[in-house]
């Protein structure tokens, strides 16, 4: 298994809504919310324009994604949205490597506190094995996620 990493484009929204509902929604509910979300239409609490999505592949099939955005949420430059990995796909370094990869364009961006809602404590130990740390009650945060930047 040899997975790539590239920007995800509007083709692969039913792939990223899937992934989605699998932990929580539909399809049906998922896909234009992210498509909104990649537009710029829909927007998270203080969000601003710039966000990127990337996909994970193995061959022509999404197993993972992750979506962030700049933000001025909880004092924070930006915000990582969403990530799934496909259940198979799991514990295989991909999700981790997604969280590189879009550290790497936060560090672009020149945005280096990153937010994120962990949501379960498997998220909230994910997050602080790869260098996230608690912000209060409800959120973590990298205070330099650049520093996962090879």
Same mark, same amino acid.
């Given at each position: /298994?040899? +997975? @790539?990493?590239? +920007?995800?484009?509007?083709?692969?929204?039913?792939?990223?809504?899937?992934? @989605?509902?699998? &932990? %929580?929604? &539909?399809?049906?509910?998922?896909?234009?919310?992210?498509?909104?979300? /990649?537009?710029? +239409?829909?927007?998270?609490?203080? $969000?601003?324009?710039?966000? $990127?999505?990337?996909?994970? /592949?193995?061959?022509?099939?999404?197993?993972?994604? +992750?979506?962030? =955005?700049? &933000?001025?949420?909880?004092?924070?430059?930006?915000?990582?949205?969403?990530?799934?990995?496909?259940?198979?796909?799991? %514990?295989?370094?991909?999700?981790?490597?997604?969280?590189?990869?879009?550290?790497?364009?936060?560090?672009?961006?020149?945005?280096?506190?990153?937010?994120?809602?962990?949501?379960?404590?498997?998220?909230?130990?994910?997050? $602080? $094995?790869?260098?996230?740390?608690?912000?209060?009650? =409800?959120? /973590?945060?990298?205070?330099?996620? &650049?520093?996962?930047?090879?």
């Amino acid at each position: /298994m040899e +997975i @790539r990493y590239r +920007i995800a484009t509007e083709t692969d929204i039913p792939s990223l809504a899937g992934l @989605r509902a699998l &932990t %929580r929604g &539909t399809v049906e509910g998922w896909a234009p919310y992210i498509a909104g979300y /990649m537009e710029g +239409i829909n927007n998270p609490q203080k $969000a601003l324009a710039p966000r $990127a999505v990337y996909a994970a /592949m193995d061959d022509e099939k999404v197993v993972g994604w +992750i979506a962030g =955005h700049l &933000t001025k949420r909880l004092g924070c430059d930006g915000e990582l949205q969403w990530i799934d990995v496909a259940p198979e796909y799991r %514990r295989k370094g991909i999700a981790s490597e997604l969280v590189k990869l879009l550290a790497g364009w936060f560090a672009g961006q020149n945005a280096s506190k990153i937010c994120v809602d962990p949501g379960n404590d498997d998220s909230r130990k994910f997050y $602080a $094995a790869n260098g996230a740390e608690n912000l209060n009650q =409800h959120w /973590m945060y990298w205070e330099d996620i &650049t520093i996962l930047v090879e």
